[in-house]
T-cell receptor
Framework: DVKVTQSSRYLVKRTGEKVFLECVQDMDHENMFWYRQDPGLGLRLIYFSYDVKMKEKGDIPEGYSVSREKKERFSLILESASTNQTSMYLC??????????????FGPGTRLTVL | AQTVTQSQPEMSVQEAETVTLSCTYDTSESDYYLFWYKQPPSRQMILVIRQEAYKQQNATENRFSVNFQKAAKSFSLKISDSQLGDAAMYFCAYRSDRTGANSKLTFGKGITLSVRP
């Protein structure tokens, strides 16, 4: 069964803290993605990775960085958390195959609150 | 850049009835994929249905079907015989075929569907 897991469902941090959000997939997928979800804004892509140690900026990368040292794990890092980064963070993964749907599979999400 | 528009933020349907969720998109490409994702209150996003742009036949998955109008750039989701478990947020999403190597999705803002018993 396909599975994407995220390290925490709920997280509360203080302004200025360094925050790590971890995502692990067990499907041997090449692609991994980090989104944030805010009411009225839908899902916005922060960063994605198409291979180990490879990353590309999404639509809203400012204030975030990522790390992918192993194929199954993709980490989102908030170097210095701010209150405007309070949000739901969703991780996803997908295969890379030509002429295919390459649908994304999502984790359960991490609700991050920055005080 | 591609955009996906879901203009209705909320809809409501009576249990056992049919509801249609609207989605339009803007693209200059001819080959692409379209998706509807469901996010129940527990927050795990799951795929409901998918459509390849080159296929004229509308996709169907049990009670879920789409009305894909390529010329109009419209991709609506029809839910038949609505059930209480259909209550969720639904997202329409677009993927370019040209980005096959990384499969980025562009999402609409979502619509919250409630089902009245």
């Amino acid at each position: 069964d396909v599975k994407v897991t995220q390290s925490s469902r709920y997280l509360v941090k203080r302004t200025g803290e360094k925050v790590f959000l971890e995502c692990v997939q067990d499907m041997d997928h090449e692609n991994m993605f980090w989104y944030r979800q805010d009411p009225g804004l839908g899902l916005r892509l922060i960063y994605f990775s198409y291979d180990v140690k490879m990353k590309e900026k999404g639509d809203i990368p400012e204030g975030y960085s990522v790390s992918r040292e192993k194929k199954e794990r993709f980490s989102l890092i908030l170097e210095s958390a701010s209150t405007n980064q309070t949000s739901m963070y969703l991780c996803a993964s997908s295969l890379v195959t030509r002429y295919s749907y390459n649908e994304q599979f999502f984790g359960p999400g991490t609700r991050l609150t920055v005080l | 850049a591609q955009t996906v528009t879901q203009s209705q933020p909320e809809m409501s349907v009576q249990e056992a009835e049919t509801v249609t969720l609207s989605c339009t998109y803007d693209t200059s490409e001819s080959d692409y994929y379209l998706f509807w994702y469901k996010q129940p209150p527990s927050r795990q996003m799951i795929l409901v249905i998918r459509q390849e742009a080159y296929k004229q036949q509308n996709a169907t998955e049990n009670r879920f079907s789409v009305n894909f109008q390529k010329a109009a750039k419209s991709f609506s989701l029809k839910i038949s015989d609505s059930q209480l478990g259909d209550a969720a947020m639904y997202f329409c999403a677009y993927r370019s075929d040209r980005t096959g190597a990384n499969s980025k999705l562009t999402f609409g803002k979502g619509i919250t569907l409630s089902v009245r018993p």
